[in-house]
């Protein structure tokens, strides 16, 4: 399983151009878990697989859960109601926040499912996103992000002897670290200190966090489904029922939706006061 989370670690996608050795690598590790018996991936202490392949199997704890396979071909097939089922149960069911928050990030790259679907499918996308906005808030406040193994390899980092932190290419934070230290691009592996390594995990994961909820935001301002359609209330007949988007049909449950609905959009917009932004980054958030 290790292997798999080195390559959909949080923030990258295998890009179906990727060179022929990593797709590869995937391929092999995909058929060294579908050999193993789902009865034992489902238990704890049931065996990994290798980052190498399928020659090194060995025990862990509770990796190599079958909801994570799933979720790893999810994210492979870009299977977005999938992954938001497997993102719910992995955070509330299994308690594995980690697998959670990768299963969410991919799933809310689009949020244009806010459009379509009734009061009930609506609100529950908002819920799931709101559930998402929560769990990367937690991780952006993590006092020590390095001493979480869980978090390491989430984000595909790793501690080095002299508390300095290890980062690798095909990794968001490598890519953010890149992004703002262009002029000295650096070939292979990164180390920073700690102090300079958190100020990079907070800053890239709130902003990558704020233009998430920018883009929930725009597109739940645009959702009619909370808006009763005046032409029908007023004389009891839409022009155009296919296209108009609004409630033609409000009651007591459509209601206490929208109440929920409204909620839970400011409770997501608070968030974004209390994430550690640059200054420039305010700006952004202020449009």
């Known amino acids: 399983m290790q292997g798999l989370w080195q390559i ?29 018996d789902q009865s034992v991936l489902g238990q704890k202490g049931g065996h990994e697989v290798s980052a190498h392949g399928c020659g090194s199997l060995h025990r862990s704890s509770a990796d190599s859960r079958s909801p994570q396979v799933d979720m790893f071909r999810a994210i492979d097939s870009a299977r977005t109601d999938q992954l938001k089922h497997l993102g719910q149960m992995l955070h509330l ?24 679907g009734n009061s009930y499918e609506v609100l529950s996308s908002v819920q799931q ?61 990164v180390k920073l200190p700690r102090s300079e390594f958190r100020t990079l995990f907070q800053i890239s994961l709130s902003e990558h966090l704020m233009t998430r909820i920018v883009g929930q935001s725009q597109v739940a301002r645009h959702c009619r489904i ?17 296209s108009c988007g609004h409630e033609h049909n409000p009651n007591l449950d459509w209601y206490q939706n929208s109440v929920r609905f409204h909620l839970q959009q400011i409770s997501i917009l608070q968030v974004l006061c209390m994430l550690p932004l640059p200054m420039s980054s305010r700006d952004f958030e202020k449009q």
């Open 8 to 36: 959909f670690s949080f923030g990258v996608r295998l890009d179906p151009d990727a060179a022929a050795e990593l797709q590869e690598w995937k391929n092999e590790l995909f058929r060294c878990v579908a050999q193993l």
């Open 93 to 116: 069911l299994d308690q594995n926040k980690a697998a959670a928050l990768l299963s969410l990030d991919h799933a809310f790259k689009d949020m244009n499912d806010l459009k379509m």
């Open 129 to 189: 996103f709101h559930s998402y906005v929560r769990l990367l808030q937690e991780i952006i406040t993590h006092p020590k992000p390095w001493s979480s193994v869980s978090i390491q390899r989430l984000f595909g980092f790793s501690e080095a002897s002299d508390d300095h932190i290890v980062l690798v290419p095909r990794t968001f934070l490598y890519q953010s670290y890149a992004r703002r230290n262009f002029s000295v691009l650096p070939e292979g592996s």
């Open 226 to 242: 909370f808006e009763p359609c005046i032409a029908t209330m007023a004389t009891g007949h839409c022009d155009r029922p296919d």
